[in-house]
């Protein structure tokens, strides 16, 4: 691969690697919040997400393009580093290391994010169904304790 080219390769890969860094936070960041139920912080976060992953989306569009107009289109990293001219052999290693262990961790993480998650839904599913179960206290308007009776015939029941 020629010097230029193996060099315009080279800087593209460095932005998508800032891409990827910037997602690495971020996903930390949720996982953080998903483990401290910061719902509001997650529903704000909607859509940084979905700009994360269009920008990622685009990134990976123009790694293909750039990566056929080379006619390098199947080259993993490896490759990649073995193709690659000696003078910048070394960053294209840090580089595609760096994008890869990004891209796993970010994957890694989100599993373990939405597994978190489930299990926060189940245990609040529990709860909600033994609170059903054993009656829970009710409140009318002025914060008054609804008294229940065990009568069928008294259905609200009384103040």
């Known amino acids: 691969m020629e010097y230029n080219a193996a060099l315009e390769i080279l800087q ?43 920008r990622g989306n685009s990134l990976e569009a123009k790694r293909k393009l750039i990566f056929e107009e080379r006619g390098i289109e199947g080259y993993n990293a490896s490759k990649l580093i073995e193709n690659c001219p000696d003078e910048i052999k070394g960053r294209m290693k ?28 189940e245990v609040q599913a529990e709860i909600l169904e033994d609170s059903l179960i054993a009656g829970s206290d009710t409140y009318n308007n002025s914060g008054s304790k609804i008294k229940k009776i065990n009568n069928d015939d008294n259905v609200i029941g009384s103040v």
């Open 12 to 54: 593209f890969l460095e932005k998508y690697d800032e891409h990827f860094k910037e997602l690495r936070a971020f996903i930390n960041e949720k996982q953080e919040k998903v483990a401290g139920d910061d719902i509001v912080w997650l529903l704000d976060s909607l859509n940084k997400e979905q700009t994360y992953i269009m």
């Open 94 to 121: 840090l580089v595609t290391g760096s994008i890869d262990e990004s891209v796993t961790y970010i994957q890694e993480t989100n599993k373990n994010v939405l597994e978190m998650a489930r299990r926060k839904l």
